[in-house]
């Protein structure tokens, strides 16, 4: 953990625009209940990439340690960060824009505290996904189906370097006929290309497949039951042969009385499993660390903001 500036803890949720400060109100602050001062981005160094190793835990799987040793020159070459907040929901901040990405609400158990954003995207109209008032300020918000949730929104969005569209999908495999349409959201930042797939219900056509193009990083759900199973997903993944997957929306702590699997049945069989110890990750232009040709897969911790904050779950909600 890095040292705050007014305390002994650090809050790792400095998600926001490279050249701002947040400030978590009172009720989320870490040190004895004050509010406490975020550093900046730019102050933190990122992970960086080690050699893969060997992880004892799960033979011939590897693992990513970190540390903040060269974090200055590799500062230099990271254009996106990701932080995985937990269900589907992430903030990806390349350069000045901040998205926030099917964001969560706070009964779901998750550290869904306010995010300074510029764009909010909804894949679709269930309550852990498009909860917009987690984001602060006056961010666009792109949301996947009209209002009707009848039919898909055209999304063709840019901000600086950032492009953001959408395809069209469903939330199973009956056309929507059980839980309705869905939307992937491709983000563009200086050439790099990350595919948010929602609550996808179903494998891709060759059609959708060839729309999309070249995805260099694929966020993709794995836990099936309400989307895609451990099986179905890497089926989508051999069809989008990204360099890169974070798997999302599997069991977890705050979601372990959903019907849905965790994380290991998808991890078995990879050649190439990443496993961090925090929930944010920056990514270089080139893809450094990830070698072409090979798909590697980067486990990411949810946001582990609960035990500071002393979330406050409520209980008997209806889980989608």
């Known amino acids: 953990m890095f040292p705050s500036r007014e305390g002994d803890g650090f809050h790792p949720f ?5 050249s701002r400060r947040l400030r978590l109100p009172s009720s989320l602050a870490l040190n004895g209940g004050r509010e406490t001062t975020i550093m900046r981005a730019r102050d933190i160094a990122p992970v960086v990439l080690r050699p893969l190793t060997r992880n004892p835990r799960e033979p011939g799987a590897g693992y990513l340690t970190s540390d903040r040793e060269g974090g ?3 500062m230099d070459e990271i254009i996106l960060f990701i932080t995985w907040i937990g269900q589907a929901c992430f903030v990806l901040q390349a350069g000045d824009t901040t998205i926030l990405m099917d964001p969560v609400p706070p009964k779901m158990g998750f550290a869904s505290g306010p995010v300074e954003a510029d764009v ?3 894949s679709h109209e269930h309550f852990d996904h498009n909860c917009v008032e987690m984001a602060k300020g006056k961010p666009v918000v792109l949301r996947g189906l009209d209002e009707q949730k ?3 929104n055209t999304i063709d969005f840019k901000n600086g370097d950032v492009k953001i569209t959408a395809f069209p999908s469903y939330h199973d495999a009956q056309q929507g006929a059980q839980r309705g349409r869905n939307a992937m959201f491709l983000i563009e930042t200086k050439g790099l290309r990350i595919l948010h797939t929602g609550d996808l219900g179903h494998a891709l056509s060759e059609e959708t497949v060839k729309k999309i193009g070249r995805v260099d990083v694929l966020l993709i759900c794995v836990g099936g039951y309400y989307t895609i199973d451990a099986r179905e997903a890497k089926t989508v993944i051999a069809q989008l042969k990204p360099r890169a997957v974070v798997p999302m929306h599997y069991k977890t702590q705050p979601t372990s009385d959903l019907p849905i699997a965790d994380a290991e049945p998808f991890l078995k ?3 190439r499993v990443r496993r961090l110890d925090e929930a944010r990750f920056g990514f270089t232009a080139d893809l450094k660390g990830f070698p072409e040709g090979e798909t590697t897969v980067l486990v990411l911790p949810y946001l582990k903001q609960a035990e500071a904050v002393g979330r406050e779950v409520q209980r008997g909600a209806k889980k989608p």
Do not use: H
């Not at 400095?14 to 490279?18: A, C, D, E, H, R």
């Open 269 to 271: 069989g990879w050649k």
């Open 14 to 18: 400095w998600l926001g625009s490279l």
């Open 72 to 74: 200055a020159n590799i």
């Open 150 to 152: 009848k039919t898909w």
């Open 120 to 122: 909010v995207t909804v």
